[in-house]
Every structure is written in structure tokens, then in C-alpha cells.
């Protein structure tokens, strides 16, 4: 089984700054990686996702994140933050050969942006 | 396009207590899956289906049971709550060939 680990329970910032959210996971075999948002009493919606290819991925809202196998690595980032990202952000991910849809979460990062 | 629905959205239940959450999902997703979602623990897969008729177990199934019927409904039982089943549960169905997970908003359920 994977274990995924986020760096950072809370990241504050302030508005215009950039942000990083980081994301480990333990196994090297192929993997997918996602990132999902999730604002409050609200169920996750997907923010990006590597299968494979390029390994800096953009997704909505103006994240991007890299993928970096020799250090099992998918942190998120954004140069710019509005106050509407305040929200819990959770990297998960999926053995290429497991069960499709089987994700293994991050304990998740708040992400609170201060005007 | 409803997508993902889950209901109840909220239950208060006392130990010892059954109950029933309902998923619905208008996409024609084959795969369908149960988290529950824990302060401090992210998202745990409880039980997740491949198709109509079939079940399996993922990491925290003890309490719960799961049908799937039809192929658009998947349903998650409580036979015996317990305080430890407090927690919110999500319902999730899958594209296939995106990779991308579907999320109801959630079932909140609180076991006295």
C-alpha cells in the first residue's frame, strides 16, 4: 500500500503571494498523481492529475504541479493566491496497477489566504 | 447533471443504531467507491465497487456493509453504529479513461 504524506497541516499566506503544498509518497513503482480541493462542507474536486508525460502538470485555477520520481515527489504550486483558494487541499495516489480509482490520501493542508 | 448524490447529508444516530447512506451516480460509471473522511486523517477507502453486483473491501471496512444493486446506486450500511463511525462519508465514482474521481458532498453522521 502507498503512504502519502503532506508536509504541512496549514500553510498561511497572504494574498498575491506564492504558495507551495508538498507531497511525498513512499513507493517508486509507477504511479498516478492528483491533487483535489475541497472548500468547505463541500466533497473534493479534482485540481490536476500525472498519469504520465510531461512532468509539470497544470490544472484549474492556475495550479501547477511537478513530478519529481527520484525524490517521489508532487508538490503543488501557485505564484499568485487569491482568497478564494482558502481551502483543504489532499495529494493522493494510485499504483498504475492497482484497482483504477484505488487513492491512497495525504492527511491533507489548509491553505488560508489572509488579505 | 447531478453527478454524485449522497443522502442522508447529515444523521444523528445513537449506538447501536442502523442505518443506510444511498449514492447515486447519472454518469454510467462502473467503478463506485466509499471514503470516510477523519479530522487529521484524510480520505480512507472503506469499501469500493467494480461493477453491478459486486463488492469489495478496502482499508477500514470493519462495521460496514455495502450493496450494488443497480449499477447507478451503491449503498453503505451500518448494522450496529458505533462512536467511532462518527465521521463524514463521501461517495466517488470514476472515468475511466480520465482517471478522474466524482465526489458526492458528503454524509455527516454523528453516533451518540
Known amino acids: 500500500a502507498q503512504s502519502v504524506t503532506q508536509l504541512d497541516s496549514q500553510v498561511p499566506v497572504f494574498e498575491e503571494a506564492p504558495v507551495e503544498l508538498r507531497c511525498n509518497y513512499s513507493?517508486?513503482?509507477?504511479?498516478?498523481l492528483f491533487w483535489y480541493v475541497q472548500y468547505p462542507n463541500q466533497g473534493l474536486q479534482l485540481l490536476l492529475k500525472?498519469?504520465?508525460?510531461?512532468?509539470l502538470v497544470k490544472g484549474i485555477n492556475g495550479f501547477e504541479a511537478e513530478f519529481n520520481k527520484s525524490q517521489t515527489s508532487f508538490h503543488l504550486r501557485k505564484p499568485s493566491v487569491h482568497i478564494s483558494d482558502t481551502a483543504e487541499y489532499f495529494c493522493?495516489?494510485?499504483?498504475?496497477?492497482?484497482?483504477?480509482?484505488?487513492?491512497?490520501f495525504g492527511r491533507g493542508t489548509q491553505l488560508t489566504v489572509w488579505p | 447533471n447531478a453527478g454524485v448524490t449522497q443522502t442522508p447529508k447529515f444523521r444523528v444516530l445513537k449506538t447501536g443504531q442502523s442505518m443506510t447512506l444511498l449514492c447515486a451516480q447519472d454518469?454510467?460509471?462502473?467503478?463506485m467507491y466509499w471514503y470516510r473522511q477523519d479530522p487529521g486523517m484524510g480520505l480512507r477507502l472503506i469499501h469500493y465497487?467494480?461493477?453491478?453486483?459486486?463488492?469489495a473491501k478496502g482499508e477500514v471496512p470493519d462495521g460496514y456493509n455495502v450493496s450494488r444493486l443497480k449499477k447507478q446506486n451503491f449503498l453503505l450500511g451500518l448494522e450496529s453504529a458505533a462512536p467511532s463511525q462518527t465521521s463524514v462519508y463521501f461517495c466517488?465514482?470514476?472515468?475511466?479513461?480520465?482517471?478522474?474521481?466524482?465526489f458526492g458532498e458528503g454524509s455527516r453522521l454523528t453516533v451518540l
Open positions: 493522493a495516489v494510485s499504483d498504475s496497477g492497482s484497482t483504477l480509482g484505488r487513492l491512497y
Open positions: 513507493s517508486s513503482v509507477s504511479v498516478y
Open positions: 500525472y498519469l504520465s508525460g510531461s512532468t
Open positions: 454518469m454510467n460509471h462502473e467503478y
Open positions: 465497487s467494480v461493477g453491478e453486483g459486486t463488492t
Open positions: 466517488a465514482s470514476i472515468r475511466v479513461n480520465t482517471g478522474e474521481l466524482f
